[in-house]
């Protein structure tokens, strides 16, 4: 075989090489294309207009000005960040001493089935559960009736749309996204690293915050991240759980699209939360000194 | 230190039972066993991650009955080192400092002045993976030392090692313990670390020390023939003893082979024994006459020389029961040239060869029980 035709025959295998891998990665790309990148340049194109007539638009900033002019917008933008981040850290503090307890104590087919205990509820959708929460927690519901015959209340107690209400609600829905990467980065954690922490003068505190906390930091961050982004997402909870008084960002988006048929101004609101939790990871991550790589790779 | 009748049980076996030994300041104490014959569960014990279910552990005096591993005056070093990946190895070693609240510039001082002694000076920066498997055995035990234990335990540290960094260790381990003075208690399962680095060891099967003693103790004057078998190599045979002059005993295998050997224990004529010899023991020759006039000749035929440098040995047949039997050639060179089924007469003094009642359970026909 001559050069040329070698060269030719490589420069063959080459483009099949390219062929097989842009067809495997054909699914995801169009996934990525059609589902997530055409939305939302066309949302990022309608955020960016303003109605000055009868099918007329122009180019313009208004919808933007409009979230800092009205001080409800940004309001419950922050709100909602406040609280997303609060939902995340009570998760993160409910979710550690189980995936704890799955990943360290129980040994076993008893860790599995703690596993599936936390699984369970998802069976369920979010809906049913949430609707579980009511008929817990509303006026004629069973804990309130529970607190009078306790003595403990006079009257039954509205305990339904109260900001602690979403927070427990939040926390319950998004348990099981913190405990999987906490508990795979607690596995992880060679139990003689404890003994020999243990042995060397350390007690159970500082043990959990210079061996076992930076051991799991990328799980927790992992965690945290997943968790944060699904609380500030969410409308289905606060709004069933919250009422009137939610006041969630996600209802000022869905306000503007479907109550008030102004996609302009929802487009704005939509790519204002994406700024936010982009945001907020970013300096998450910063803080804890973290990188994104690292974390995903928990996930 | 002092243990008092420790004992610890698992379910349906006893771990430990009832030991009792104690070891001296500034001591090298080795426990040697096979494994799962309770060496780390003892170990454990000291440092105090299991509790005793019987006797108690005393260091220094005081009953360490009820304290918790972070509040004893011992330090242990892991088998696999168990150092923090999250930390250089200046946060390492000065790790057990913080714990007690020395303040951050003494602790630096210190854990420096500690990887200084220990030959890592300038390694304070450096990431726990970054550095070799020896490097990281001295940071494990600087670690240790740097807290100035009574007692620092030492769980297997050289199992991971390649061969001849094992080696390199065992003397750097004796020569850091001399320098430091601190009380080292050793487990292993090789017999070599044990006999080389202790002043005093424990040889210990199902729970219990089988022996306690120097290592010229072990090696020259075993106590049972557990230990005679696990220390060093030896050639055993199994037979019955078939008269008596004081201590030594003759010896007979089934078979038909006489041996006479020094016994150890209450042996009746007629009872079943076992014999050890040591290889080294041995004398070999080529004629019958050239051997030490005043022992029992024996003949052979050279089944295979195993050649090991200084350590070289020639596996025979002993001629009538063609049993097995090891002698290790002298250092002259003298037998270097044996070949395969060459005849050749041996003998051993009886005085050096141990005689001990045979163990019930322990079967076997076959004459050489070596090991390492």
Known sequence: MDPANRDRAADERRWQGRLVLGLLLAPALLWLGALIVLPHVHLAILSLRERVGPRHYVASLAQYETFFAEPLYWHVFVRTAVMSVLATLATLVLAFPVAWIIAKLARGRAGSLLFIVCLIPFWVSETVRTLGWMILLRESGVLPALLVKLGLTAMPVELLYRDATILVGLVYTSLLFMVVPLVSSLESLDNSLIEAAYDLGAGGFAILRTIVIPHAAPGITAGCIVVFMLTLGNYLTPTLLGGKNSQWFTEQIYTQFITRFNWEQGAAFGFLLLGLSTALVVIGLKLSGQRFGDVMRQT | ?372
């Open chain 2, 1 to 372: 230190m002092v243990a008092d009748a420790v004992v610890k049980r698992f379910a349906d076996h006893v771990a430990v039972d009832s030991l009792s030994f104690s070891v001296e300041r500034g001591s090298f104490f080795s426990i040697l066993g096979p494994s799962g014959c309770g060496k780390t569960t003892l170990l454990r014990m000291i440092a105090g991650f299991i509790a005793p279910d019987g006797g108690d552990i005393r260091i220094g005096g005081n009953s360490m009955r009820d304290i918790a591993p972070n509040r004893r005056p011992v330090n242990m070093v892991f088998q696999q080192l168990a150092l923090f990946p999250m930390m250089s190895v200046g946060e390492n070693v000065a790790f057990g400092l913080a714990r007690r609240g020395v303040p951050r510039p003494e602790r630096i001082r210190r854990s420096n002045a500690m990887l200084e002694r220990v030959g890592l000076g300038g390694f304070s920066g450096k990431r726990v993976d970054e550095l070799s498997g020896g490097q990281r055995q001295r940071v494990a035990i600087a670690r240790s030392l740097v807290l100035e234990p009574t007692l620092l335990l030492l769980d297997e540290p050289l199992g991971a090692l390649d061969l001849k960094l094992r080696e390199h260790m065992k003397i750097e381990l004796k020569q850091l313990q001399a320098a430091f003075g601190t009380t080292f208690v050793y487990i292993t399962h090789d017999q070599s670390e044990a006999l080389v680095l202790s002043d005093h060891v424990g040889v210990m099967s199902e729970g219990r020390f089988e022996q306690l003693g120097s290592p010229q103790d072990l090696y020259y004057r075993p106590q049972t023939p557990f230990v005679a078998a696990f220390v060093g190599a030896n050639n055993r045979i199994v037979g019955r003893a078939t008269s008596k002059d004081g201590a030594l005993i003759e010896v007979s295998t089934d078979d038909g082979w006489i041996v006479r050997a020094q016994g150890t224990g209450a042996i009746a004529v007629g009872d079943a024994v076992e014999v050890f010899v040591r290889p080294e023991v041995a004398t070999l020759a080529r004629a019958a006459r050239d051997l030490p006039a005043d022992q029992p000749r024996h003949a052979g035929e050279v089944q295979s020389v195993l050649f090991d440098g200084a350590n070289s040995a020639v596996l025979l047949l002993e001629a009538r029961t063609r049993r097995e039997f090891r002698i290790a050639l002298p250092q002259t060179g003298q037998f270097s040239d044996l070949t395969p089924r060459e005849k050749i007469a041996f003998s051993f003094d009886p005085a050096r060869a141990v005689c001990f009642p045979a163990r019930a359970g322990v079967a076997g026909r076959d004459g050489s029980g070596q090991q390492g």
